[in-house]
Structure formats: structure tokens, C-alpha cells
């Protein structure tokens, strides 16, 4: 019996049901259900991290993108908020698409 012990997509048990497998899962509290999520972010950039194609790498992003919905629900708010925050930063700061890299700044 493989042993995953990790945070799954909603329909995953149906779809191992379909296969006619075996399986056991439970339902997290809040407070574990925000420290898996907070697993599966770290297990998803990794595997973007680790992506070898275009397509790989833009598949690993879905899949964050999708952590980053649901942290923002358990954080009373939603990916709607998390994008105006995102813009208002991008508008006072800019955004990554030049590709400057600070090497130093001179102390008074």
C-alpha cells in the first residue's frame, strides 16, 4: 500500500473510487488544513522548480495558483483581494519584467 499522507485535490477520492482501490482519508481541522496547504505550496514550487519544459513549469503554476486561492479563502479573503494587492504593489513598484538585479546600494 503506497503511504501518501498529504493534502489532495477535492475530487482525487472519487477518482481512486473509479479505480476500484482501496483508500482511507479524513478531514483536516482548520489549523491542519493551513499547515498542509502551506506543505503543498512548498511541495508545488518545488516540482516548478524542478520543471524541465515550458509546459511542465506553467503546469506546476496552475497548480500553485490554485494553493494560493485557497489560502486566501482561509485567510478571510479571496484571489480577487490578493490581485488588487498585487496591482497597487506593481503600480508603486513595478513589476519583475525588466530584469534588474540590485547588486549594491551605497550607506550613508
Given at each position: ?9 477535492d ?13 482511507r482519508?479524513?478531514?483536516l481541522?482548520e ?37 494560493i ?40
Amino acid at each position: 500500500m503506497a503511504v501518501y499522507n498529504k493534502l489532495v485535490r477535492d475530487k482525487i477520492p472519487e477518482i481512486i473510487e473509479n479505480t476500484g482501490k482501496q483508500f482511507r482519508t479524513k478531514i483536516l481541522s482548520e489549523a491542519e488544513y493551513i499547515k498542509e496547504l502551506r506543505n503543498k505550496l512548498t511541495e508545488e514550487i518545488t516540482e516548478y522548480l524542478e520543471a524541465d519544459t515550458d509546459e511542465h513549469a506553467l503546469e506546476e503554476l496552475s497548480d500553485v495558483l490554485e494553493i494560493i486561492h485557497s489560502l486566501a479563502f482561509v485567510h478571510g479573503s479571496n484571489f480577487e483581494k490578493i490581485e488588487d494587492i498585487r496591482n497597487e504593489k506593481y503600480i508603486k513598484r513595478g513589476g519583475f519584467q525588466e530584469k534588474i538585479f540590485l547588486i549594491d546600494v551605497e550607506e550613508e
